[in-house]
Nanobody, 124 residues
Framework: QVQLVESGGGSVQAGGSLRLSCAAS????????MGWFRQAPGKEREGVAH????????AYADSVKGRFTVSRDNAKNTLYLQMNSLKPEDTAMYYC?????????????????RGQGTQVTVSS
């Protein structure tokens, strides 16, 4: 019923770009909001961005503002994270997440469902 499958991760040099995708089951995609969080080895989980399903409102962590963009494709039940100007400190496992109720707090690392993750590695 709940499926969140991430793709698009990889290795890139600092300053480069990647676009992550999250293919969601219809149930997951229509929850209150969806977004992304990340976790690097030995570090705490960090919310990255989220987008509210009904009104398209977005929120970003300060560390990625101006560089990352979260978006949705309703025809494909897919969530995206466009990541530009990548930095070595962006290296982490990136997870797609969905939350059920307002207020959306995925950008604070709070969610109900998550995928298995996709690795992003940025070299200097």
């Amino acid at each position: 019923q709940v499926q969140l499958v991430e793709s698009g991760g990889g290795s890139v040099q600092a300053g480069g770009s990647l676009r992550l995708s999250c293919a969601a089951s219809e149930y997951a995609y229509n929850r209150y909001c969806m977004g992304w969080f990340r976790q690097a080895p030995g570090k705490e989980r960090e919310g990255v961005a989220h987008i509210v399903s009904g009104n398209g409102m977005t929120a970003y962590a300060d560390s990625v503002k101006g560089r990352f963009t979260v978006s949705r494709d309703n025809a494909k039940n897919t969530l995206y994270l466009q990541m530009n100007s990548l930095k070595p400190e962006d290296t982490a496992m990136y997870y797609c997440a969905a939350a059920l109720t307002a207020p959306c707090q995925i950008v604070r690392g709070v969610f109900r469902y998550r995928g298995q993750g996709t690795q992003v590695t940025v070299s200097s």
